[in-house]
């Protein structure tokens, strides 16, 4: 469900993935109903409220990623906990209110409720579903933030410190160019120190914003730069662009499983699976080609 959880899976993976737990959402919510409503001795239909909920979940889907974007942009370690609620207070309202517009006009199109009037329809959606679809909300952005702080804690905030002095604690260390004119040693400053971190040894780069992860065989480093200005620095004859946010190292690449399209799915030697994208598939040539 959530993306920027770091695994390079194929774009219908995720999908699959988002629409198994927002029919999962409908499913749990839409029984719930038919249940309460049975209990207080009311006419209800299982199917009519299950099939309402999962297209609710279906709308909340639609702006899943948007929602996602939104919480890691203004997260919580970024903004503080004051900020963080006067942004994502009004936030709540603002999503839930454009997901209720959403169902409406998947149940204008499904369910002819349109013919009621779009504004009376709207108008009791919001006094009965709001306070609900805030929640969803506020449950998105909540695991986001717990995910964030318990697993990826040391990444981030690295790259919030970093972000927060305003400048590039390596801006007075040059980069180190081999006699070829590209990048041979990056400067990565750490715990006080520089680590001289070896491109030879880098075995793939990973794309987090204005920061990137270098992978080495027994762990990775952070540093600030962008994907696209460091791919410009390292030499086409090792290092390939496979998809937006990752750049491997040609001779790590073991085997290429083609899944859809021109993409293929890429195993490392050192275990990693990657996936790359049709955009970048020309990159791969060299190791194509017999």
């Known amino acids: 469900m959530f993306p920027h959880l770091r695994i390079e899976k194929p774009k219908l993976a995720f999908l699959a993935i988002l629409i198994a737990v927002w029919t999962a959402f409908g499913l749990f919510f839409g029984t719930q109903g038919y249940i309460r409503e049975v209990y207080f001795g009311r006419n209800a239909s299982l199917t009519g409220y299950i099939i309402g909920w999962i297209f609710c979940g279906y709308a909340w889907a639609i702006l899943t990623y948007p929602v996602l974007a939104f919480a890691r942009k203004l ?13 994502h207070v009004p936030a709540a309202f603002l999503f839930s209110m454009v997901q209720l517009a959403i169902y409406l006009l998947i149940a204008g199109i499904l369910f002819g409720r349109a013919n009621r009037g779009v504004w009376d329809f709207y108008s009791f959606l919001l006094a009965n579903e709001l306070q609900s679809s805030v929640l969803v909300y506020s449950a998105i952005i909540s695991v986001v933030t717990i995910y964030d702080r318990f697993f990826r804690t040391r990444d981030v905030n690295l790259a919030l410190r970093i972000e927060r002095n305003g400048q590039d604690p390596l801006s007075s260390v040059s980069s180190q160019n081999g ?60 290092f390939v662009r496979i998809r937006r946010s990752t750049i491997v190292k040609l001779d790590q ?29 020309k990159n791969l040539e060299p190791v194509l080609k017999p």
């Open 75 to 87: 997260s919580l370690a970024r903004l503080g906990c004051p900020h963080f609620l006067m942004v």
């Open 179 to 238: 006699p070829n004119g590209f990048l041979r040693r990056i400067p990565v400053k750490e715990n006080g120190k520089i680590v001289l971190v070896d491109t030879d040894d880098v075995n793939w780069i990973e794309s987090y914003g204005n920061y990137i992860f270098l992978h080495t065989a027994h762990r990775k480093f952070i540093y600030r730069e962008t994907v696209t200005a460091i791919e410009k620095k390292l030499d086409p004859h090792d």
């Open 253 to 281: 690449i073991k085997e290429l499983h083609p899944t859809r399209n021109g993409e293929f799915e890429l195993v490392l030697a050192d275990g990693s699976v990657l996936s790359s994208t049709r955009r970048y598939r």
